[in-house]
């Protein structure tokens, strides 16, 4: 048998708040005065270009602008010698099996070395014939990648 509730209470009816006042109206401010108009001024006068001092290096020794200019001193590396240490071995394998499969990010020289087959992608037909190349089974095409140090 459900049980009884209680009669909800019958709440007070809201008071009536009072109107609100209402404010006086804003006062009105001064117009701004009016400024007299700009004066020009003159133009400044063009100094002349400093001069460069003259070089005073000897025959043979270099300026700081001529080491800008000189070709930066490169490296060879062959192709399979992913890692760079000079030889070619199954360490370097691996390495282009990880960078095939994403485990490793590579650098444009990296994977260029990485690219045994030279086909423009590094999968896992370079690491197999950087493998081989190691293991004395097949060759690798004979050229060495120049690169700046």
């Given amino acids: 048998k459900p049980t009884e509730t209680e009669k909800p209470t019958e709440t007070e009816k ?28 003159e133009k400044p006068t063009e100094t002349e270009k400093p001069t460069e001092p003259e070089k005073t290096t000897e025959p043979g020794q270099t300026t700081e602008q001529d080491k800008l200019t000189e070709p930066a001193e490169s490296e060879m590396f062959a192709l399979g010698d992913v890692n760079k240490d000079g030889k070619i071995n199954s360490k370097d394998a691996r390495l282009a099996l990880h960078i095939s499969a994403r485990l490793e990010s590579a650098d444009v020289l990296t994977a260029t070395l990485a690219d045994a087959n030279k086909d423009g992608k590094v999968n896992s037909k370079d690491a197999r014939l950087i493998l081989r190349a190691s293991a004395k089974l097949e060759a690798l095409p004979d050229e060495k990648i120049k690169a700046s140090v």
């Fill in 14 to 41: 809201p008071t009536e708040t009072e109107k609100p006042t209402e404010t006086e109206k804003p006062t009105e401010t001064e117009k701004p005065t009016e400024t007299e108009t700009p004066t020009e001024t």
